[in-house]
């Protein structure tokens, strides 16, 4: 029997073999899949697009579990309501999004070109370009392995934060609680994007910040940008071969970013006088420059670096393993924290891995 590797599911190319590996295709089979795992005791991986996973060499003993769900269903289409579209798990996240800009749906725009599964996306509201899906969410229908049933969440149960969301918070022995079904959005209806929030965005497209622009400029400007930063997936670029950005931006009472020199982006984060500080320039002023690590005398061997586009992806020059990666991403936090005394934290799940 060969062995399904997981370096071959990942957007990073890293992770030894898959115990078990199941792909599930509709929702009939993502629910016989999880309950068999889990009367059977077994450890279980759920992987979409494996684009915001780092596993480890050693690989993943138990069950992986591959949701490959594929579809949408439109609810209803109407120019009062707008658009109400259920998405199967396992659709691609950018196929979504490409489908409702050229149908003039609009509220997804600004997300073009993330990869992954559409069922990942609420796990860690993700979100780009002054947009995140939380704007657009109505409900995600989930499986329960607890109470071993069917639980519909609605937006506001969702609890989404910044890269957060109850789904990515609740986790027996590591893995989701709630495994994702459907994920249902309300779009508006018309060629018009949301409002431009993000003054990179707002000044490629000519528009002023809070402006909307047509949804197909957006997206074509979103990709453009996305790409320049190595942020859209391209099998002869090396640079995409990551998980993103490997570090959240910190969130820091206003004290501590008090004491940034002058220059250090920040943002308003919530209503108790939180800042969200911008870890790409954190890394990049505690003197990790693009492309760190692409000497072979380095920590990694030259096997992995920082993206010689963007400072806060970590990427696998091709021979990669999973502890190239961490010891990159390790040099890094230890360097921020010994010129800022600020911890960042890893975005992605770290399988078999610590930092
Ligand atoms: C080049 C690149 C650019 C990126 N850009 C962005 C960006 O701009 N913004 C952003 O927010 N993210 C970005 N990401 C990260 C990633 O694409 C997103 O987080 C994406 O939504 C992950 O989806 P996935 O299907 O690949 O999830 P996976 O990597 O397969 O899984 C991620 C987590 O979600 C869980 N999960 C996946 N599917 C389900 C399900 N059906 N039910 C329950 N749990 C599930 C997994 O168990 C795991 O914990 C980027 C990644 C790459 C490689």
Not at 17 to 27: D, I, K, L, N, W
Not at 72 to 78: A, G, L, P, R
Not at 291 to 309: E, I, N, Y
Not at 339 to 347: A, M, N, Q, T, V
Request: hydrophobic share 40%; with cysteine; net charge negative.
């Amino acid at each position: 029997m060969t062995q399904t590797m997981l370096s071959e599911l990942t957007t990073a190319a890293v992770g030894g073999p898959a115990g078990t590996f199941v792909e599930a295709r509709t929702e009939a089979e993502i629910i016989d899949a999880v309950r068999s795992a889990d009367a059977a005791g077994e450890k279980l991986l759920i992987i979409g697009g494996g684009s915001n996973l780092l596993i480890s060499d050693a690989g993943y003993p138990g069950t992986v579990l591959k949701i490959a769900s594929q579809g949408f269903t439109v609810n209803s289409e109407d120019s009062c309501g707008g658009v109400s579209v259920v998405v199967q798990a396992g659709h691609n996240w950018d196929a979504l999004v490409e489908h409702s800009v050229l149908h003039a749906w609009s509220g997804l725009e600004a997300l073009s070109g993330i990869p992954g599964a559409t069922g990942g996306a609420p796990v860690q509201n993700v979100g780009a370009y002054g947009a995140d899906v939380s704007q657009t969410i109505a409900a995600v229908r989930t499986w329960d392995r607890e109470r071993n049933a069917v639980q519909t969440f609605t937006n506001s149960e969702l609890k989404f934060g910044y890269r957060d969301s109850i789904l990515k918070q609740t986790t027996i022995q590591g893995s989701p609680r709630y495994v994702v079904l459907t994920v249902e959005f309300q779009l508006a209806l018309g060629r018009m994007s949301a409002p431009i929030r993000y003054a990179e965005l707002a000044r490629s497209l000519g528009v002023e910040a809070g402006k909307r622009a047509y949804s197909n400029d957006v997206r074509r400007e979103v990709l453009r940008l996305r790409a320049s930063k190595g942020m859209v997936l391209d099998a002869s670029d090396r640079d995409t071969y990551s998980t993103g950005s490997f570090f959240t931006n910190p969130i820091v009472p206003a004290a501590a970013a008090a004491s940034l020199p002058e220059g250090a982006p920040q943002y308003p984060a919530g209503s108790d006088g939180l800042v969200k500080l911008s870890a790409a320039w954190l890394i990049d002023q505690a003197g990790f420059a693009k492309g760190f690590g692409l000497d072979p005398a380095s920590v990694s061997g030259g096997r992995a670096s920082l993206s010689t586009k963007h400072t806060l992806a970590i990427t696998n020059r091709g021979e990669a393993r999973a502890e190239d990666m961490v010891a990159i991403a390790r040099e890094v936090r230890r360097g921020v924290v010994e010129r800022f005394g600020i911890e960042l934290h890893p975005e992605p799940l770290l399988i078999g891995l610590a930092l």
